[in-house]
């Protein structure tokens, strides 16, 4: 049963530290997308890699957030220094070809105090 | 800017009547669009989806509809079923999907009482 992982699932922090969110994706899939949910926004495309390479990451607040994939089997997101407006649920999403199969994981509910 | 948008917070149906969840677009590039349900705790699954050369795309219960001129696309339910209550989000993507990019709407919060 092929899914994609997340950790952790819930994080609270102070703000000023650094959070870390990594998820592994599906095995074989090539594209790793990282979406942030807010009440107000719905879900927000933060960044998305093809075959590792960062293809867009416009949705994301440069200053504070990073994303990377050491490798195929893993993604990172990054919030450092972390505040109260990050607090969100992350979703990251692997693919394959085609929209359709783009699954994501289960999320990681972050808490910035 | 919200390039897709749910007006629709919350619906609330009866069990065995008909739900009908609405998103409108304003990109005229969108092609391609789908519906994502999310239970709580859980990552959004794929639903339906619809390609822009079509106007209704059935599967089961579900029925998407497109209406490019409004930029406007609906799913239908029928018959509502209690298990069907979860949030819904509407997505769009251009360029018939190579990039593989999506945006999502806000989401509509489906409850079905039995």
């Known amino acids: 049963d092929a899914r994609v992982t997340q950790t952790p699932r819930h994080k609270v922090t102070e703000m000023g530290q650094e959070v870390t969110m990594r998820c592994q994706p599906i095995l074989g899939h090539n594209t790793v997308f990282w979406y942030r949910q807010t009440m107000m926004q719905g879900l927000e495309l933060l960044a998305y890699f093809r075959n590792r390479a960062p293809l867009d990451d416009s949705g994301m607040p440069k200053d504070r957030f990073s994303a990377e994939m050491p490798d195929a089997t893993l993604a990172t997101l990054k919030i450092q220094p972390s505040e109260p407006r990050d607090s969100a649920v992350y979703f990251c999403a692997s693919g394959g070809y085609g929209l359709e199969t783009q699954y994501f994981g289960p999320g990681t509910r972050l808490l910035v105090l | 800017d919200q390039q897709v948008k749910q007006n629709s917070p919350s619906l609330s149906v009866q069990e065995g009547r008909i739900s009908i969840l609405n998103c409108d677009y304003t990109?005229?590039?969108?092609?391609?669009f789908l519906w994502y349900k999310k239970y709580p705790a859980e990552g959004p699954t794929f639903l339906i989806s619809?390609?822009?050369?079509?106007d209704k795309n059935e599967d089961g219960r579900f029925t998407v509809f497109l209406n490019k001129s409004a930029k406007h696309l609906s799913l239908h339910i029928v018959p509502s079923q209690p298990g069907d209550s979860a949030v819904y989000f509407c997505a769009a993507s251009a360029g018939s999907g190579n990039t593989g990019k999506l945006i999502f709407g806000q989401g509509t919060t489906l409850q079905v009482k039995p």
């Open positions: 990109n005229s590039m969108f092609d391609y």
């Open positions: 619809i390609s822009s050369i079509k």
